[in-house]
């Protein structure tokens, strides 16, 4: 495995837990392409750390799913293929509206504080997208959709919904060259935020629906637009 331009280096011996985190940025930016192996000793080397760490780290990874691990083959990067992005972000649309739920029924002041900082990333997701930074922009997207589960101040469903961002982020950067509504992008956040704000739950849940039905429509669109059958990253 070649080194990546653009790959993490970490100082000292890393534990296993940040070489997952950095490697897990890496990949779902696209350093790292769907389907390339990962290499355990060549990536301990380029940390300059032993493979133990590496090792966990990685299995950390696909226990998450976003590396798969082949008998005697070694540990991949995961393939979207679209089944797996209708599942994706089916599941998203089910968290997504149970923290909507959860967060009306916190109570005003819970819905205000999560409304004022998604109101900062609707704000900065508005100038990636005037400069077409596509790299800001899918970080800043499922930064808004995370702060929204977020703030249901469910533990659980935090943690759970980490993974399928990160692999909502692999989706969306497939999208870079693509993307069909990206001036609508900012306008379909703004409008679940003003849903949430006013306290619409009907509303907000069926938002909700039509956001997620409308990002794999665009998916599987760009799949079957390259006659692929997985979706590609564009180049980091």
């Known amino acids: 495995m070649a080194a990546p331009e653009g790959l993490f280096v ?9 070489i997952a985190d950095q490697l897990r940025e890496q990949i779902v930016q696209g350093v790292f392409r769907p389907g390339e192996q990962i290499n355990e000793s060549v990536l301990a080397s380029q940390l300059h750390t032993s493979r133990g760490p590496v090792r966990e780290a990685l299995q950390r990874l696909s226990q998450e799913g976003i590396l798969v691990s082949h008998r005697n ?12 992005i209708r599942e994706i972000y089916t599941v998203r649309e089910a968290m997504e509206s149970a923290a909507a739920d959860a ?9 205000e504080e999560t409304c004022q900082e998604l109101k900062s990333i609707i704000s900065d997701m508005a100038k990636q997208v005037a400069v077409s930074d596509w790299q800001a922009i899918a970080r800043l997207d499922m930064q808004f959709h995370t702060a929204f589960v977020a703030g249901a101040g ?7 919904y980490q993974t399928l961002a990160a692999e909502s982020r692999m989706c969306i950067l497939s999208l870079a060259v693509a993307y069909p509504r990206i001036d609508a992008l900012v306008q379909e956040h703004q409008n679940l935020l003003d849903l949430l704000e006013a306290g619409d739950r009907e509303e907000l849940h069926k938002a909700i629906d039509q956001h997620m039905q409308k990002a794999v429509e665009d998916l599987t669109a760009v799949m079957e637009a ?4 997985t979706l590609e990253s564009s180049p980091a």
Request: no cysteine.
């Open 226 to 229: 390259k006659g692929n059958t």
């Open 73 to 84: 083959r070694g540990v991949f990067v995961l393939e979207l293929t679209a089944v797996d």
């Open 10 to 18: 970490l100082e000292g011996r890393p534990t296993a837990q940040l």
């Open 154 to 160: 469910n533990t659980r469903l935090i943690r759970i």
């Open 103 to 111: 967060l009306l029924d916190a109570g005003q002041e819970k819905v």
